[in-house]
């Protein structure tokens, strides 16, 4: 790909009273532009995502109404990376030299609700009706049979998301400012065996924004540009076990985390010892152990040693998560993707101040993945 | 575990709930349904257990009708 990011932009993860989810993306819209030393008439292309805001293309109203091509699209948790996506195609294609991606989000509080009718996701009413419509059913199950199939520990969980807040605890804009004692992790309300109620990421409000353009101009812009190596989206096979499902073959295959790494690594021509810094979905902190794995980090099962060692600690040999992630920043589901993207352009930049990775990290990945079985993977790079 | 009663659209009585399990349950016709199971205490439900279907009422509807369900139950075999 030859893409190139030049600006970012965050809304702050958290709850925000009163501020529309328009607004917040708007706020990371401009705050992208600014740090790219543009202006919105400068933008030959846009593209944003939202899963409550039907029309986040209205933000125009408050940037500008340019006349320019302006692409919604939801992708569930993957949102943000196809949001980046998209407008790397649309530049590749030649509609214009510089875009924006914006993600945006508000959700309410509690767990994610499949709403009034799950004909819109394309499942019966019964299967709501009866309790098991429930994404941290899917997320508990999983991550039990994983346990099982690979002798992950408890401990590995709870240390897990000990790491998730000890990293919001040093990020300016986490929304979980505060770190956690072990026991308070291991010994909190069970939510659904065997996760409890600190291996949870909750529903949050924010938004995100990257400016980019075609690589060849990006000096034009900037001095210090992060390339777009590759960005790849993937959607479920028959057979991989995903959330919401009534029921599933006995056919295993690989989660589209495992086919967008493998097609992001090809693109960018490296291979997952080269990364530097990774961001990865960590819905719960089953997820970030299964991905750790799935990205081709480590192999089933090496989790228990790698995070007793603290090697995904910020310091570690492969720093993950290093803003605390979902866990520590919550999910407005169109800005999480695009919140990854911005956390490891502020590493490979220089900028993390207090929860920098050190040694001058080089090559940066992300990772989103959700309902229902979509996931999208990004290398950037210095 | 479903430990805390499930949101819209649950027909069931989140006043008088019950924690309740569930899993995927493999059926020998090569498919794996999932399902409420009957067990909710977790240290009883094991990976590979034989279940077998049951019948559940989990819940009532305006008119005092009972609301049923299939459901799996561990076999004790």
Redesign the interface.
């Known amino acids: 790909m030859d893409i190139a990011i030049i600006g970012i932009g965050l809304y702050p993860f958290g709850r925000h009273e009163g501020v529309s989810a328009i607004e917040m993306g708007v706020g990371a819209a401009n705050t992208a532009l600014k740090d790219a030393g543009l202006q919105w008439t400068d933008m030959h292309l846009a593209c944003a995502g939202s899963l409550e805001v039907l029309q986040p293309d209205t933000m125009n109203k408050h940037l500008g109404l340019t006349g320019i091509p302006f692409t919604t699209l939801y992708n569930g948790c993957a949102t943000g990376g196809n949001l980046m996506l998209t407008t790397a195609n649309a530049l590749a294609a030649g509609v214009g030299d510089v875009g924006i991606a914006i993600g945006l989000d508000k959700h309410p509080r509690g767990a994610f609700s499949v709403g009034d009718t799950l004909e819109s996701i394309g499942l019966g009413q019964w299967y709501g009706e009866t309790g098991l419509a429930l994404n941290p059913q899917f997320f508990a199950m999983k991550t039990q049979r994983y346990m099982h199939d690979h002798g992950i520990t408890e401990e590995t969980l709870h240390r897990t998301a000990q790491k998730a807040f000890q990293n919001g605890s040093v990020t300016e804009t986490a929304w979980r400012r505060k770190a956690l004692d072990y026991d308070e992790i291991a010994n909190a309300p069970m939510v659904c065996d065997p996760l409890r109620k600190y291996h949870f990421c909750n529903p949050s409000e924010g938004a995100a924004a990257v400016v980019m353009c075609r690589a060849d101009v990006a000096k034009r812009y900037t001095s210090n540009p992060i390339y777009l190596r590759a960005d790849v989206f993937k959607t479920q096979t028959y057979g991989s076990f995903e959330t919401l499902s009534p029921a599933t073959p006995v056919r295993d295959a690989p989660s589209p985390v495992v086919r967008a790494s493998a097609a992001a690594y090809e693109m960018a021509g490296i291979g997952p010892e080269d990364v530097d810094v990774a961001q990865v979905q960590d819905t719960e902190v089953g997820h970030e152990i299964m991905h750790m794995a799935e990205n081709g980090f480590c192999k089933d099962g090496e989790q228990n040693a790698w995070i007793a060692e603290g090697a995904t600690k910020i310091g570690g040999r492969l720093p993950i998560n290093t803003d605390g992630g979902l866990l520590a920043n919550g999910e407005p589901i169109g800005a999480s993707g695009i919140r990854q993207v911005y956390e490891v352009c502020l590493q490979l930049r220089g900028d993390a101040g207090t929860h920098q990775v050190p040694n001058n990290p080089k090559v940066g990945y992300t990772q989103v993945y959700g309902f229902p079985g979509v996931s999208c993977v990004t290398v950037l790079s210095t | ?4 009663p ?7 009585d989140a006043r008088s709930f019950v924690p ?1 399990g ?3 349950i ?1 059926l020998a016709e ?7 199971l009957t067990e909710n205490d ?1 240290g009883r439900l094991k ?1 590979g257990m034989q279940m077998e279907l049951v019948i559940e009422t ?1 819940g009532r509807d305006a008119d005092g009708n009972d ?1 049923v ?1 299939f459901a799996f139950k561990p076999t004790g075999k």
Do not use: D, W
């Open positions: 575990m479903q430990n805390f499930p949101p819209h659209p649950y027909l069931g309740f569930v899993g995927y493999e090569g498919v794996r349904v999932e399902s409420r977790a990976i989990f609301v369900t």
